[in-house]
């Protein structure tokens, strides 16, 4: 993981998805997966480097002691798909404290970085089994397509040079977009195809100009979805649209701390 | 007296953004947030040139802009969208420009500089 943007954000993707399934799982709870996280990216982004493994070891052991759960064992491994890219795989093995059998699920493959996956995998799946485990797949970044940052502030910079008003498009873009989620889920619920279609069409557009493309992407498929009188998949981008955000929300604000956004 | 434009989004950071690049170069700009505010600000007061993003609620900018046009035969109408798929409906509704978004760098800006000094030379 040589740089930088690609260090916190593969990772900061790979530890929520692992505390939604966990979550899903009802072995955590959702308030604490931000309690998580939060000290984790600044770790990550303000302080020393830290080894992926390491980090990723500290992450189980904190959601094992959160749960009362009584062990954990965690195998890593390298692996070399077809196409050249290499990945580090995380066997984590999850047993209860509560001293019944530990029985495997023997359907427990997750592949990262589809958090979805994950809670598709798991829900209704662990917590009423007495043990599982998680496959992980991490696509090292020395070797994978780089994965891009919730916001690409250079562009941004590029654009728009004075940084008081970047920061107040961007801060009023996380403002409108957090309302416009709670329309868009309105609209989902009473299947208005219009509404989901104008609403994903205006966070696209705003996504656009603060160079978000991770939320304007998915802006973008869930608004063709909505155009074409398609709905089938829209908890899923919504829920995407507001991982997404989150993760926006949470780069700008350790981003922020620093001298030429104040 | 400056010139003053009309502009019509319903999404924030493209209305803060043509707002503030309008401003700096001395355009009064007044805001609407779908179409048919565009139009009844329209109908209040007098503008040099009218800005539409094609996509709102409530009214689309294609459908203000012939009312507008109906109103006004003479007034420069720009038309923004993301789809430009739109344009020939744009054409169709009395646009003589259609901008792309995202609106980068300067050039809608120079567009716009040239229909308002355009309409200044004809009054």
């Not at chain 1, 009362?68 to 995380?90: K, Y």
């Not at chain 1, 873009?173 to 219009?194: I, R, V, Y």
């Not at chain 2, 999404?11 to 803060?16: A, H, L, P, W």
Request: charged residues 25%; contains cysteine; glycine residues 8%.
């Amino acid at each position: 993981l040589k740089t930088y943007e690609d260090k916190s954000f593969s990772l900061r993707r790979l530890c929520e998805g692992v505390l939604q399934g966990l979550y899903y799982a009802g072995l955590t709870e959702r308030g604490k997966i931000s309690y998580a996280i939060h000290p984790l990216l600044e770790g990550l982004i303000c302080g020393p480097s830290i080894e992926l493994t390491n980090l990723l070891n500290l992450l189980f052991t904190w959601v094992l002691t959160e749960n009362s759960i009584a062990s954990a064992a965690v195998e890593w491994n390298s692996s070399q798909s077809d196409n050249g890219i290499r990945h580090l795989t995380a066997r984590v093995c999850i047993f209860p404290a509560s001293g019944h059998g530990r029985e495997i699920c023997p359907d427990g493959f997750i592949s990262f970085p589809s958090a979805q996956g994950i809670v598709d995998k798991l829900s209704g799946t662990m917590a009423v089994r007495e043990g599982c485990f998680l496959d992980i797949t991490i696509p090292l970044a020395d070797s994978a397509p780089a994965i891009k940052s919730p916001i690409e502030m250079e562009k941004m910079l590029e654009d728009f040079p004075d940084p008081a008003l970047c920061r107040c498009l961007i801060e009023d873009f996380f403002l409108q977009t957090e309302n416009l989620l709670e329309s868009l889920s309105a609209g989902l619920s009473s299947g208005d195809f219009a509404a989901v279609h104008r609403i994903a069409h205006t966070i696209k557009g705003g996504a656009l100009n603060i160079h978000a493309p991770g939320l304007s992407r998915t802006a973008k498929e869930f608004e063709n979805d909505a155009k074409s009188l398609r709905l089938e998949n829209g908890t899923y981008y919504l829920e995407k649209l507001r991982r997404e955000l989150s993760a926006a929300v949470e780069y700008f604000r350790i981003l922020s701390k620093k001298d030429e956004f104040r | 007296m400056s010139e003053k434009v009309l502009y019509a989004e319903d999404e924030f950071t493209n209305r803060k953004l043509l707002e503030i690049q309008l401003k700096n170069i001395g355009i009064q700009c007044d805001l609407a947030g779908d179409g048919m505010e565009a139009v009844r600000l329209f109908k209040e007061n007098a503008y040099d040139l009218v800005i539409l993003d094609q996509f709102m609620p409530g009214m689309n900018g294609d459908e203000a802009a012939k009312i507008i046009r109906s109103i006004s035969p003479d007034i420069p109408l720009i038309a923004i969208t993301s789809d430009d798929g739109e344009i020939p409906v744009l054409r169709q509704a009395g646009f003589q420009e259609i901008f792309i978004k995202p609106l980068r760098g300067k050039d809608h800006i120079d567009i716009i500089k040239k229909h308002l000094a355009r309409k200044e030379g004809k009054s």
